[in-house]
């Protein structure tokens, strides 16, 4: 069965990092687009961070670029999200998406989702 599992989130103070993992199993992550996204309390999923599947195009929501690094490791079939200089409101679940055909910032473009990791940044 087609499974995502993200780990990583933990509790960090404002500046701190984390690497959070998506796992992947029933699916080759190579022939996937891969995107991040995040749920903060009260709030609509948003897009974070996406890699297309042949890894030649990545994009990041416009507060997340320069702190944040999307990549893929085909041999792992693991995708990262490198979260650097953490900020308070960075604080949400971010979950792991990943569609064989489509990409975008829209969570409707994609098919398979993990189940989150909670990211809390304290100030």
């Known amino acids: 069965q087609v499974q995502l599992v993200e780990s990583g989130g933990g509790l960090v103070q404002a500046g701190d990092s984390l690497r959070l993992s998506c796992a992947a199993s029933?699916?080759?992550?190579?022939?996937?687009?891969v995107g991040w996204f995040r749920q903060a309390p009260g709030k609509e999923r948003e897009f974070a961070a996406r890699?297309?599947?042949?890894?030649?195009?990545?994009d990041y929501r416009d507060s997340l670029k320069g702190r944040f690094a999307i990549s893929k490791d085909n041999a792992k079939n693991t995708v990262y999200l490198q979260m650097n200089d953490l900020k308070p409101e960075d604080t949400a679940v971010y979950y792991c998406a990943a569609d064989q055909f489509n990409l975008g910032d829209s969570p409707t473009n994609y098919r398979y989702w993990g189940q989150g990791t909670q990211v809390t940044v304290s100030s």
């Open positions: 890699i297309s599947w042949r890894s030649r195009n990545t």
């Open positions: 029933g699916l080759t992550l190579s022939a996937f687009n």
